[in-house]
């Protein structure tokens, strides 16, 4: 038996084994075994404890070898010191393991020594393993769910096009957390801990070729093999959207990774070359590891940074503006040409420059007209629309007619929209026609500036 | 008759005449109207319209003359032609004026002409004159409110302790409809506008004096009389908080101020140095500005930057880690004591550093007892606790701990708890405690960095 090199039976096991399963409330098993009844997942499932004859209604084995077939995938959430000897015991019988436990290499003493031990078994035995110290996978696809949280507190996303790479488990909780309520969705997410096995480039060759998968993003702490994630990268972003966080940012940063995994994060500018060498979108933090989600997956790449501001409060057009110059976008004078025609239907209080003020009277076709007329030509690359709902004339219409002019033009197009209740529940009208909203004029510029990198 | 220069009467008036009221619905007349009759406003309201003999159940008088008393204030939403003649014809009637109208200044042509005309007027018969092309006053304290956006659409914040003074009546709208989801409260919000005459400086003053107010918050395009508003700012910085955002940054954002409300925005830097001299503290950008509002009417200024983060989630403390480097905050190392003190009573997987990781088995004891120790002593001047919910230990009493131990060291405190639905849900449980809770790391951090500023 030689170590699987394609990773699809972690991803979606014909088979899967809980280790240490049990019917007891709030165990880690048992969260898990609950989640995968709970999904789509069409295989088989084995509990595992020499204590229990069934567990969940399910027919309980004592070992992996007694189920007396090969196991895609056994999950194991049971004490670091049993693992090595659990493995070994499964050896032919097991492809692939999941170990969420942690008290191996990030700790020190007793959890180095065990450490050590796991890595022999599995090289020797030629089992594929995620973690130890981790959340695991939670697949949206194949109804695979180790990220052992309550889906009380946390909620997993509804199934989509992105995948996420991330070195931390919390980092990926709360980012699915979070998309769930945003209503994004997610194809397949990984938290792979401390590596001692599968690796980010590993997974990132697996989303290379995944259909389910349209936009990946990555929380990394470390890389260990520079070279091979670079050329892995490139090989991805050719064929999909990669957006990449490099946590540890310096002193503090580093020490906090350190302990967090283990591993010694590298310095943040080398990665940062890296990054752009693989043609991979940096981005910078959890803002924009949402926000870079959730327009990655509506809008396409910004062909330049000139960016034409559409408002009707100059105030907040201004903030954008300023959030503009912060970020590297270019807020190019409006042309001449298109002052002289969108003059010619405007009243003159409409302030003809970038931003474009249409002031407390616009209506929804000021809105659609301009945003038409500024893209149409070569003078803008993308467009932020600031909709504001204090004027009287704007209609619920307003997004439909946006998400036409953005359409015909072709070109990325995201919605500002600060404010309160009524501005918070108009969100989903532009968002179910594909237009992203962001909720505040720097969430929108740093939305923006996610298209126009890399 | 002298011009006032305690400008109560603007905020506080004993009586109002709002010019051309009917009872037409949406006209901008109509809403003040409607809002002034909803609100707590206990003075005398007069209707002005030859054309109508009652509005709004209240008798209406064909001119403020013809009211035969003096009124406080009058608010004019009439033709911008019209208001000149107007305050002329009621001039020894009337002590001041918010004109909410455009088309004065901003424009130009016609509107230079007009504006020249009531500088005039005003200047000659002694009115004090907000705006023009303004939203006006939202006074939470007295019930005066001319910002003519239906409550449907922009939602009136609850009496509290924040001020708002605003050269953009978009932002303030924006700002005011923001807080008051928030559930933040407002003493009185000005949209000053083109400021003929009252303007920020004038405002500044008031507020110093005006006992209802606690934060002041201000949107400056530009100033006119640098060397005055920093003495009067200086003088309100002694006595209440005071925070400034200088918008229009650079050359995009020059120009937009300046289309905006028709002054040169200054250079950035002029002003940067001006707060810094008058010990305000400047916010950067509208997303500051909310933040700002928040934590400081909750929590108070920070004697220095030295910041313990405490988290159950690695990458999140990371994330937060590397937020405060780049905000300038310093994550200074966990001092060997402290080490000592709290690995005495934690687990060894507890990471004992800075971030101070207590894992996902985190309980809400561990969570006060940290930030106890921390705070306790003169290594750390303030404290960013992540809370995510994911440990299933965790319960809603961490909130009434953390503000205990918060309350006990009288170090400043903010809460970094991003997610969904059930972490959202628990956001009240740390406010209703006095601690301000953030939902994304790099915002806690901003908030923090807040308040270590000025």
């Not at 076709?365 to 945003?371: I, T």
């Not at 009524?422 to 004029?441: I, W």
Request: hydrophobic share 45%; proline share 4%; glycine share 12%.
């Amino acid at each position: 038996m030689k170590a699987a090199k394609d990773l699809k039976f972690l991803f979606d096991p014909a088979s899967i084994a809980v280790v240490g399963a049990s019917d007891e409330p709030g165990k880690i098993s048992s969260i898990i075994m609950d989640s995968i009844l709970a999904s789509n997942y069409g295989g088989r499932l084995y509990p595992i404890n020499p204590a229990h004859s069934s567990v969940k209604g399910l027919e309980c084995f004592p070992s992996i070898q007694a189920i007396g077939s090969v196991v895609d995938l056994a999950i194991f959430a049971v004490p670091a010191a049993l693992v090595p000897g659990l493995i070994k015991d499964a050896a032919g019988n097991l492809k692939g393991a999941i170990v969420v436990s942690g008290g191996f290499g990030e700790g020190n003493g007793a959890g180095r020594a065990v450490d050590k031990e796991l890595r022999d078994v599995i090289k020797k035995y030629k089992v594929r393993v995620v973690g130890p110290n981790c959340m695991g996978i939670y697949d949206a696809v194949s109804g695979l769910d180790t990220f052992f949280i309550s889906p009380e507190r946390i909620k997993r996303p509804v199934r989509g096009g992105i995948s996420i790479l991330s070195q931390s488990g919390s980092f990926a909780l709360t980012a699915m957390d979070e998309l769930a309520a945003e209503g994004l969705g997610v194809a397949r997410v990984v938290s792979y801990g401390n590596m001692i096995d599968v690796n980010e480039t590993d997974c990132l060759d697996f989303l290379t070729h995944d259909k389910a998968t349209e936009v990946v993003v990555l929380y990394i702490e470390s890389v260990e093999d520079g070279r091979r994630f670079v050329e892995s990268a490139s090989r991805c972003s050719r064929q999909k959207q990669v957006m990449a966080l490099k946590a540890g940012r310096a002193g503090a940063g580093i020490s906090a990774a350190l302990l967090h995994t283990g591993a010694l994060a590298g310095r943040f500018e080398i990665y940062r070359a890296a990054f752009k060498k693989a043609s991979i979108i940096e981005i910078n933090g959890y803002e924009e590891f949402i926000e870079g989600c959730k327009v990655l997956t509506m809008q396409k790449r910004s062909a330049g940074k000139r960016v034409i501001i559409i408002t009707d409060g100059g105030g907040v057009g201004v903030a954008v503006a300023d959030a503009c110059v912060v970020m590297g976008l270019d807020v190019a004078p409006l042309p001449k040409k298109i002052k002289e025609t969108l003059g010619a239907g405007f009243p003159g209080f409409v302030a003809l420059g970038n931003p474009l003020d249409l002031t407390g009277s616009a209506t929804d076709k000021w809105y659609a007209d301009s945003l038409t007329e500024c893209l149409k030509g070569v003078d803008y690359d993308l467009a932020i629309v600031c909709a504001l709902w204090g004027p009287p004339s704007l209609t619920d219409a307003l997004a439909e007619l946006l998400a036409k002019s953005a359409g015909a033009a072709g070109k990325p197009v995201v919605i500002c929209s600060p404010g309160g209740d009524y501005t918070r529940a108009r969100k989903r009208l532009f968002e179910d026609k594909g237009l992203p909203v962001f909720s505040t004029p720097e969430a929108a510029v740093r939305a923006a500036s996610v298209l126009t990198r890399g």
